[in-house]
């Protein structure tokens, strides 16, 4: 008799050799193309210059008590609303060079809705790179 019969069936049970070629394989395919990866995949990060003219930043604050300036100049105090004059600072900005950003700096004790209505103000005049700063 035979010492390398197992049954009837002929079933020899679980190989594990070629689920170790196969996973080794895999292990060497994902080393190799991890540079490759990296290479391929180039995100431009926020804040890096791109080459060219530097991008300008308008800065509007706005203080506890509702004060919005632009640039450090105040535009619009806290009971005013309507923000007509930063809507045409902005409108005139976005005429010249409707590229640049707006970088929007709240303080941590203005009210939501002050914050709101500059927004509003921004999206008015179509400032297309809001950044909140």
């Not at 300008?56 to 509702?66: N, T």
């Not at 450090?72 to 590229?99: C, D, Q, Y």
Request: glycine share 8%; proline share 7%; charged share 20%.
């Amino acid at each position: 008799m035979s010492a390398t019969h197992h049954g009837d069936s002929g079933d020899f049970g679980f190989q594990i050799a070629p689920m170790v070629d196969v996973i080794f394989v895999l292990l060497i395919f994902f080393m190799a193309c991890a540079g490759i990866r990296e290479k391929m995949l180039t995100v431009p990060v926020p804040g890096t210059a791109s080459p060219g003219e530097p991008p300008i930043s308008i800065f509007v604050d706005i203080d506890p008590a509702g004060n919005v300036s632009v640039n450090g100049t105040v535009l619009s105090a806290g009971s005013e609303i309507e923000l007509t004059k930063l809507r045409e600072f902005l409108a005139r900005a976005m005429r010249n060079s409707p590229e640049d950003s707006v970088v929007l700096r709240p303080s941590a004790e203005t009210r939501h809705e002050r914050v709101v209505a500059v927004v509003s103000a921004c999206h008015a005049v179509r400032v297309r790179k809001l950044i909140f700063g």
